[in-house]
């Protein structure tokens, strides 16, 4: 943690990343809490449930405008987004693809339902994920992956941040000293959210995990099927050969005595 001078309004020293923010805003103005949003977007555990309660509180205390926080953190979440769909733009869907195909229990099918459901409802994706806390930041990546439209994709985050910005900053603003209590509610939001995703991940590898097991079973047993019906196969082919060569040696044996008989009658009535 970065400790720094900022003080509440009571004299009180910030430290930490609330410290770190004020020092920026008070040397930077509202550009500083701008800034601080866009890291906060670069990296995610820098928190904007302490950043933007804190750019509210700053701004009651009139050391910026409330209209100026709201505008240069809406511009540093877009400026942030825009950083995270570059990158998804370079590593491109060629590279996810090659990655996933080496992924256990994801297969590309998956990819390309999230593909198909992304180009139906990208724009939704990025409007609400902005205002869900771990994914706000990362939608971007795969918006840039799918080169999702520049207009849309400004638009949709610009409106999804400036959503999510507003209500922090203007609950610091009217919480004044205890903006903090934003930060204890939000902490629950965020925990719930990630309790969710990780249980979704959980159900997810152990239904992969599960249906990987039955089909080895069943390819066992495809497999065990296919011997059988092989051996099958072989042996009635060599039942089939083994009556064809019966026929022949019957039938053989048949010109064979009827030779040897020809014979006999001709050495019988043979003149000597």
């Known amino acids: 943690m970065i400790e720094t001078a900022g003080t509440t309004s009571a004299g009180e020293p910030l430290g930490g990343i609330a410290g770190w923010a004020t020092d920026l805003m008070d040397t930077l103005g509202a550009p500083g809490a701008g800034l601080a949003i866009a890291l906060e977007n670069l990296f995610p555990p820098l928190p904007s449930e302490v950043i933007l309660p804190l750019a509210g509180f700053t701004a009651a205390q009139g050391r910026m405008s409330l209209v100026a926080a709201l505008v240069w953190t809406t511009v540093g979440s877009v400026v942030g987004a825009l950083a995270l769909y570059g990158i998804g733009a370079l590593i491109g869907r060629d590279r996810i693809r090659a990655l996933v195909a080496r992924l256990p ?29 771990i994914f706000r930041s990362l939608i971007s990546v795969p918006a840039g992956v799918e080169r999702m439209r520049m207009t849309t994709f400004l638009l949709y985050t610009a409106l999804g941040s400036l959503l999510w910005n507003a209500a922090f900053v203007l609950a610091g603003y009217k919480l004044g000293d205890s903006w903090r209590t934003v930060e204890e509610y939000v902490g629950i939001y965020s925990k719930g959210v990630l309790a969710l995703a990780v249980l979704a991940a959980a159900v997810f590898v152990a239904v992969r995990i599960v249906k990987a097991r039955r089909d080895g079973r ?55």
């Open 105 to 133: 229990l994801i297969k590309l099918s998956d990819l390309d339902r999230t593909e198909a459901w992304f180009a139906r409802h990208g724009a939704k994706a990025v409007f609400f994920g902005r205002m869900i806390p």
């Open 218 to 272: 069943r390819g066992d047993e495809r497999q065990r099927d296919e011997r059988q019906r092989d051996e099958r196969q072989r042996d009635e082919r060599r039942e089939v050969q083994g009556e064809w060569y019966g026929q022949q040696w019957t039938e053989q044996g048949r010109w064979a005595d009827g030779r040897l008989a020809e014979t006999a009658e001709f050495q019988r009535d043979r003149p000597y």
